[in-house]
């Protein structure tokens, strides 16, 4: 089974902060990631696509890079509303993806 | 603006078909770029993929749900549909329709259902 393992599960952090988010497959496959943010009561929104690619509208202060099979999602300088459960999703093929089991960030 | 929107019965009993529409309106749903999928999440839990389809009918679902998912599309009618058989209460959950880039990321999502199923 293909699982990906994010870390921490939840984080209490203040406004201003620098966060970091970690992502890691049960195996080593060559696959795309990408990260959204869920906030309560929403859907998910993408946030970052291909690792570390920007998307329109989304805040320059989320970043997103890879080494080796470990993926992570920074959150600079984290404001009030970034508080929000984030999900790391790699799909493999058409048939094999997978979601993270998400991490809440708390903003104290 | 792209927008999805799920429709479908709230509630469904224990051992019936769960059934759900996503009307997709601002693109059009036989889009050679995209497929369309669904996505489900239990009440305080992560996101499960269910399945996706293209327009041209081709499905790909999830194997762990595979025997009991029907996914289909109607593109005169700009939506796609899903069938969720046999469901027990461990089915509840938001289900929500998304637009997925080529075997990518869902770019697009709807705002989610929540089916309880329940007797």
């Known amino acids: 089974e293909f699982v990906l393992t994010q870390s921490p599960d939840f984080q209490s952090v203040t406004p201003k902060e620098n966060v970091t988010i970690t992502c890691r497959a049960s195996?080593?496959?060559?696959?795309?990631l990408h990260w959204y943010q869920q906030k309560p009561g929403q859907s998910p929104k993408l946030l970052i696509k291909y690792a570390s690619q920007s998307i329109s509208g989304v805040p320059s202060r989320f970043s997103g890079s890879r080494s080796g099979t470990d993926f992570t999602l920074t959150i600079n300088s984290l404001e009030a509303e970034d508080a929000a459960t984030y999900y790391c999703h790699q799909t493999i093929s058409l048939l094999l993806m997978a979601f993270g089991q998400g991490t809440k960030l708390e903003i104290k | 603006q792209l927008q999805l929107q799920e429709s479908g019965p709230g509630l469904v009993k224990p051992s019936e078909t769960l059934s759900l529409t996503c009307i997709v309106s601002?693109?059009?749903?036989?889009?050679?770029?995209?497929?369309w999928g669904w996505i489900r999440q239990a009440p305080g839990k992560g996101l499960e993929w269910i399945g996706s389809i293209y327009y041209s009918g081709s499905t790909y679902n999830n194997p762990s749900l595979k025997s009991r998912v029907t996914i289909s599309v109607d593109t005169s009618k700009n939506r796609f549909s899903l069938k969720l058989s046999s469901v027990t209460a461990a089915d509840t959950a938001v289900y929500y329709c998304a637009r997925r880039f080529k075997w990518d990321y869902f770019d697009y999502w709807g705002q989610g259902t929540l089916v309880t199923v329940s007797s």
């Open positions: 195996q080593h496959i060559d696959g795309d």
């Open positions: 601002g693109d059009s749903i036989s889009s050679s770029t995209y497929y």
